[in-house]
């Protein structure tokens, strides 16, 4: 493999960047949410095709067209969804792109033993006529990989193969990779923990803001480099605002509290415990698949029974919360971190979505009230720092910061005793940022408790009072606010694991 | 920011949610759709049948049974979802309002009672097997479809139910046509309008009202939109659902009794491919099958459109199969038409 060169045009989601990856070596690639990795792996898989820059696969120039000429370059994808047909056997996945035999006719017979062949290699003791319905996570992973190397894959991309899987099937993958490795495939790897990284990994290579911002070999770098990396000279140092001391009124407290997944081979969140007082800000902070988003959505009730709780008490009263509305009752609001697919309702304007939640006493005897709707709408939008022609607007063609806004007012509007919010500002410019952060803080000064997950350090460092990081659906540390670093927090995310499940 | 400083006394758009763009352009279109079967009429006139109030009259009276089911259709359209089994409703309800008052000679107020009362409890079945069970509309209300028109022949013994009553000895009597099914079946307003027409419109102004005005509409535009935001907010999205399917079979048993006083009879065959009819009404008018988007006063217009198209092709003579074909080709046109909006 030789030098690897992508830029993107005017939008600069990639700034001129260089990657190398060399055969028989495993590339670590890090970086926070947006700092570019996966554009970059999109267009090394085909998937962006409009990229400047050049591509040398040997040597030789090459531009992946599609994902499918991707593959017949020797460039494939184990992604994080897996892209598996469940209902197709072993076999017929692996040569779903491209069926053995002739004339459009499949032979299975070859298939079937070819299938048999490629899953010896990748230590997969199968039977090629499975279902992959029937298969467990880590086996289909390894199906996956499986495919992979039948179509003669030279480059593997690994977009965070380990996230879904639990402590042996980790080591199982990894003997695989080192088997990759000596076959002298290149493998890029993207994860943000440590611990894998050291273990697998030769090189690694940190992205920041679309641009190569490190690039060591692995063993030669200590993790506090690499979180400087990733986090930029800018905001080493927490954002310093007076906060005035939470009164010490219990507003929730949380038992053993776990989500069970419905992919995953291990709970998303396992047997978590802690208190949130009145007036506090707590930040939960993980990255990806720590289980930050999925606690707070458990919170809220719309996981229904896949999330179990010993004890779920509210102003010290115990609750059970097992849907919104039931939470709703209880005083908590929940903002979700997708706005697009649990935020907003596209098609209605603003001020419908704002009034959303508060409707029932909007409406007496279940009537609009259009004059009392509006009333609210332009109150909600005076408070979020909304434009009053914008509730007019279908909420869909909004941007990002004042769709935020609106998911976050129409709750504030129900004046929540608890708030939980993932990601509170994820896509938004950075003035509506600046204004959400007020809003939070103010209602935490009102006396509500409010409990802010996400992935973005700086933004957990500057809101929280305290700091639960999470790792793999689990609390590793508790920090308390003048602790509560940027760079603290994401040493602790990425930091080994003490004993797994 | 520019959002900033900015007082809740500055006037907001003054109808916010009823002139979107989206509404405005779709509202344009269905419009056009009806313009253009009106000219047609203009342009093929049929020895001037076209201009004869007659004519209207009854393009309007033939299209609002169909009209009454597309009412119904359309709160559970807006909410995402589909109802195949109201033309089988339809014909369950006109077998047994015909059954009750002309054979049991029941009171017109206790057969239109127990009608609506039996096409809600259908509506709520359909329903709740897509709210709890989590079954497809297209394939519950399928088999509610089915199921109906099952009942129905059995109700009526699978054959009319009409104002010959075969005695016990096997000899067939006639019986009055009960004041219910002359009354609906009476032209008023000095003869200007059939009352089905009059029965159409007040659905339509009921149902109109509880989607454009009551807190019910709002809620079955949320769950048609976005479904999960919905759940999210705090909507009561089952009972949502099941209510829109309960409002579908109360006007598919209207429609059944409408359709029992014009025939004054009750044929458990009625209403065959009726929903088909009404679902493109619906989707003609410019509502969006994926839900959250539409309304009443494009769904008025659909029924216009098809029950003219309709009409226009009758008077000109145009033979059925011809007809059956213009009419497949010109929906296909419509809806296209609203799809690019």
């Given at each position: 493999m030789e030098h690897i060169t992508k830029r993107f045009g005017r939008a600069t989601v990639l700034d001129g960047v260089s990657l190398d990856l060399h055969a028989g070596e495993v590339h670590a690639l890090l970086g926070e949410n947006g700092a570019g990795k996966s554009t970059l792996l999109k267009i090394l898989a085909g998937v962006h095709t409009d990229h400047g820059g050049s591509i040398f696969l040997d040597g030789r120039l090459v531009r992946p067209r599609s994902p499918a000429h991707a593959g017949a370059l020797g460039i494939a994808v184990i992604h994080q969804e897996l892209s598996l047909l469940p209902a197709l056997s072993i076999a017929e996945n692996l040569f779903v792109e491209r069926p053995l035999g002739r004339l459009g006719w499949i032979d299975r017979r070859r298939e079937r033993a070819s299938a048999a062949r490629i899953l010896g290699e990748v230590g997969l003791e199968?039977?090629?006529?499975?279902?992959?319905?029937?298969?467990?996570?880590?086996?289909?992973?390894?199906?996956?990989?499986?495919?992979?190397?039948?179509?003669?894959?030279?480059?593997?991309?690994?977009?965070?193969?380990?996230?879904?899987?639990?402590?042996?099937?980790?080591?199982?993958?990894?003997?695989?990779?080192?088997?990759?490795?000596?076959?002298?495939?290149?493998?890029?790897?993207?994860?943000?923990?440590?611990?894998?990284?050291?273990?697998?990994?030769?090189?690694?290579?940190?992205?920041?803001?679309?641009?190569?911002?490190?690039?060591?070999?692995?063993?030669?770098?200590?993790?506090?480099?690499?979180?400087?990396?990733?986090?930029?000279?800018?905001?080493?140092?927490?954002?310093?605002?007076?906060?005035?001391?939470?009164?010490?009124?219990?507003?929730?407290?949380?038992?053993?509290?776990?989500?069970?997944?419905?992919?995953?081979?291990?709970p998303l969140v396992d047997r978590v415990s802690f208190v949130v007082f009145a007036g506090e800000i707590v930040g939960l902070f993980g990255l990806s698949d720590a289980g930050a988003g999925?606690?707070?959505?458990?919170?809220?009730?719309?996981?229904?029974?896949?999330?179990?709780?010993?004890?779920?008490?509210?102003?010290?009263?115990?609750?059970?919360?097992?849907?919104?509305?039931?939470?709703?009752?209880?005083?908590?609001a929940f903002v979700p971190a997708d706005r697009k697919s649990m935020g907003l309702v596209p098609g209605m304007t603003a001020e419908h979505n704002g009034t959303l939640v508060t409707l029932p006493s909007l409406s007496p005897l279940g009537l609009l009230r259009p004059a009392r709707e509006r009333r609210a709408a332009l109150g909600m939008a005076a408070d979020v720092g909304l434009r009053p022609e914008a509730l007019a607007m279908d909420a869909a063609t909004l941007s990002g910061g004042n769709q935020q806004k609106v998911v976050l007012g129409k709750w504030l509007l129900d004046e929540p005793r608890l708030l939980l919010c993932d990601e509170p500002t994820r896509g938004v410019d950075v003035g509506a940022k600046a204004e959400i952060h007020a809003k939070l803080r103010a209602l935490a000064a009102r006396g509500a408790a409010v409990l802010v997950a996400g992935s973005d350090a700086r933004e957990i460092a500057a809101l929280a009072d305290r700091v639960l990081v999470l790792r793999r659906g689990r609390i590793a540390a508790e920090v308390a606010r003048a602790e509560a670093t940027p760079a603290a927090l994401l040493a602790l995310a990425m930091g080994h694991d003490e004993g797994r499940a | 920011?520019?959002?900033?400083?900015?007082?809740?006394?500055?006037?907001?758009?003054?109808?916010?949610?009823?002139?979107?763009?989206?509404?405005?352009?779709?509202?344009?279109?269905?419009?056009?759709?009806?313009?253009?079967?009106?000219?047609?009429?203009?342009?093929?006139?049929?020895?001037?049948?076209?201009?004869?109030?007659?004519?209207?009259?009854?393009?309007?009276?033939?299209?609002?049974?169909?009209?009454?089911?597309?009412?119904?259709?359309?709160?559970?359209?807006?909410?995402?979802?589909?109802?195949?089994?109201v033309g089988s409703v339809l014909?369950?309800?006109?077998?047994?309002?015909?059954?009750?008052?002309?054979?049991?000679?029941?009171?017109?107020?206790?057969?239109?009672?127990?009608?609506?009362?039996?096409?809600?409890?259908?509506?709520?079945?359909?329903?709740?097997?897509?709210?709890?069970?989590?079954?497809?509309?297209?394939?519950?209300?399928?088999?509610?479809?089915?199921?109906?028109?099952?009942?129905?022949?059995?109700?009526?013994?699978?054959?009319?139910?009409?104002?010959?009553?075969?005695?016990?000895?096997?000899?067939?009597?006639?019986?009055?046509?009960?004041?219910?099914?002359?009354?609906?079946?009476?032209?008023?307003?000095g003869g200007r309008v059939a009352a089905v027409t009059l029965v159409f419109l007040a659905i339509a102004a009921i149902v109109g009202f509880l989607c454009a005005r009551h807190r019910l509409g709002r809620y079955l535009y949320?769950?048609?939109?976005?479904?999960?935001?919905?759940?999210?907010?705090?909507?009561?999205?089952?009972?949502?659902?099941?209510?829109?399917?309960?409002?579908?079979?109360?006007?598919?048993?209207?429609?059944?009794?409408?359709?029992?006083?014009?025939?004054?009879?009750?044929?458990?065959?009625?209403?065959?491919?009726?929903?088909?009819?009404?679902?493109?009404?619906?989707?003609?008018?410019?509502?969006?099958?994926?839900?959250?988007?539409?309304?009443?006063?494009?769904?008025?217009?659909?029924?216009?459109?098809?029950?003219?198209?309709?009409?226009?092709?009758?008077?000109?003579?145009?033979?059925?199969?011809?007809?059956?074909?213009?009419?497949?080709?010109?929906?296909i046109v419509a809806a296209v038409a609203q799809k690019n909006s």
């Open positions: 199968l039977d090629p006529d499975m279902l992959v319905e029937g298969l467990s996570l880590p086996e289909r992973q390894l199906v996956e990989v499986a495919r992979a190397l039948g179509r003669g894959a030279r480059v593997l991309i690994m977009d965070e193969p380990t996230s879904a899987l639990a402590g042996p099937a980790i080591d199982r993958l990894f003997e695989l990779v080192s088997g990759l490795r000596a076959r002298g495939v290149a493998v890029v790897y993207v994860s943000h923990r440590m611990e894998e990284i050291e273990r697998i990994a030769d090189r690694l290579t940190v992205l920041r803001d679309g641009r190569v911002v490190g690039s060591a070999r692995v063993g030669e770098v200590p993790l506090d480099q690499v979180v400087a990396w990733m986090l930029g000279p800018r905001s080493l140092a927490a954002e310093e605002l007076p906060r005035p001391a939470p009164a010490r009124e219990e507003r929730l407290s949380v038992e053993a509290f776990s989500v069970d997944s419905v992919a995953f081979e291990r999925e606690l707070l959505l458990g919170l809220s009730g719309a996981l229904g029974a896949r999330a179990r709780a010993k004890e779920v008490r509210i102003s010290s009263v115990p609750v059970r919360m097992g849907s919104p509305r039931e939470a709703r009752a209880l005083g908590v | 920011m520019s959002d900033k400083s900015l007082s809740p006394d500055v006037p907001a758009a003054r109808s916010a949610g009823k002139t979107s763009a989206w509404h405005r352009s779709s509202l344009a279109r269905a419009l056009f759709s009806l313009a253009l079967v009106l000219t047609l009429g203009v342009m093929f006139p049929a020895e001037g049948a076209f201009f004869r109030l007659g004519t209207h009259q009854g393009a309007w009276r033939q299209a609002s049974v169909v009209g009454i089911l597309a009412c119904g259709l359309l709160p559970v359209i807006l909410a995402g979802g589909i109802d195949l089994s014909g369950l309800s006109a077998v047994v309002a015909a059954k009750l008052s002309i054979h049991a000679g029941e009171p017109g107020w206790l057969s239109v009672l127990l009608v609506l009362v039996m096409g809600a409890v259908c509506g709520a079945a359909s329903g709740s097997v897509v709210a709890f069970a989590r079954v497809q509309p297209f394939v519950a209300t399928l088999a509610m479809m089915v199921f109906a028109r099952g009942l129905a022949k059995m109700a009526s013994g699978g054959t009319k139910v009409a104002t010959a009553v075969p005695g016990p000895d096997g000899v067939l009597r006639y019986v009055e046509v009960p004041p219910l099914f002359r009354a609906l079946d009476a032209p008023v307003l949320a769950v048609g939109g976005n479904e999960e935001a919905a759940r999210l907010s705090g909507v009561p999205v089952r009972a949502t659902k099941i209510l829109a399917y309960v409002i579908c079979g109360v006007c598919a048993a209207v429609a059944g009794i409408c359709q029992a006083a014009q025939e004054q009879q009750g044929d458990p065959e009625a209403g065959v491919s009726y929903e088909l009819t009404a679902i493109a009404m619906v989707v003609i008018g410019g509502t969006s099958l994926k839900g959250g988007r539409g309304g009443m006063g494009l769904t008025l217009l659909g029924v216009l459109t098809i029950g003219y198209l309709d009409k226009i092709l009758s008077i000109n003579a145009v033979p059925e199969a011809s007809r059956l074909m213009l009419t497949g080709a010109i929906v």
